[in-house]
């Protein structure tokens, strides 16, 4: 349990650092969620986002960093 306990807390630590960059980079005019390739539709009674430009871009950078923090590692 006790490891379990400390794996919940990292993560959560990570979502906090995670939402305060989205916060500053909101801040700082970063286009996430405008980027091209992020579909809206609006329509009279009902609104769809569909934000794949924006997921391929994070992927991208996610995978990078878990890249070389895994060859830091070795």
Known sequence: M???G???LVLGVLLAIFGGVLLIGGRAG???GR???DFRYRGKNVQVYF???TS???S???TVLF???ARIKK
């Open 6 to 8: 400390k794996a919940i």
């Open 56 to 58: 391929i871009v994070i």
């Open 60 to 62: 991208v950078v996610l």
């Open 67 to 69: 890249y070389l923090i």
């Open 30 to 32: 970063l286009p996430l």
């Open 35 to 37: 980027l091209p390739g």
């Open 51 to 53: 934000p794949i430009g």
């Open 2 to 4: 006790i490891e379990l």
